[in-house]
């Protein structure tokens, strides 16, 4: 009895595991552009608070380096879009998923700047630099190890096998 699924990536077509790698970059990008998209809308509605007139000078550039950090992130990520549309065609599905790869972790290394950045910010204006500080660094160790552990150990493990 022979089965018909596919096998794992090393039987499969080329252009085959290019669309699927492709596709997983997609996904990936889809999830980091949306958490950034509503981290930056929040960042935006900020101006607008009575509190944000009250900011240190520091604290409006923490804030403003972050809005950048956010457009980045966002610029970035839509960079995939904008390269995949020019490439469209052209049996260039390689070079793209190549290209994708960078750009995604280009995105994910924005985007931990982001995420620690607005940490920051927050507990400095709650409770102050120290605080702003602590956190801010924590987040950002937190997220580096995470994102570099985990992929890390699974590597180690063992890859799977077809049964």
């Known amino acids: 009895m022979t089965s018909t ?22 996904q990936e990008l889809r999830i980091v552009q949306t958490g950034t998209q509503i981290l ?21 550039t923490v804030y403003l380096v972050l809005v950048v950090l956010a457009v980045v992130v966002t610029v970035v990520a839509l960079s995939a879009v904008a390269t995949h549309r020019l490439v469209f065609r052209q049996r260039q599905k390689h070079d793209l998923v190549r290209v994708g790869n960078v750009i995604l972790l280009t995105a994910l290394i924005a985007s931990a700047l982001l995420f620690a950045g607005t940490v920051l910010f927050v507990f400095d204006v709650v409770l102050g630099d120290r605080g702003g500080v602590v ?18 150990v699974l ?4 890859r799977d096998v077809e049964e």
Not at 40 to 60: D, H, I, K, N, V
Not at 135 to 152: I, R
Not at 155 to 158: E, I
Request: hydrophobic letters at 40%; a positive charge; zero cysteines.
């Open 155 to 158: 590597r180690r493990t063992s």
């Open 135 to 152: 956190a801010g660094v924590v987040v950002f160790v937190g997220t580096a190890a995470l994102w570099t552990t985990l992929p890390t």
């Open 5 to 26: 699924a596919p096998s794992g990536d090393g039987t499969r077509p080329p252009a085959e595991r290019w669309d699927r790698n492709w596709s997983d970059i997609q």
């Open 40 to 60: 930056a809308g929040f960042l935006l509605t900020l101006p607008f608070q009575q509190r944000f007139a009250s900011l240190t000078a520091l604290q409006e």
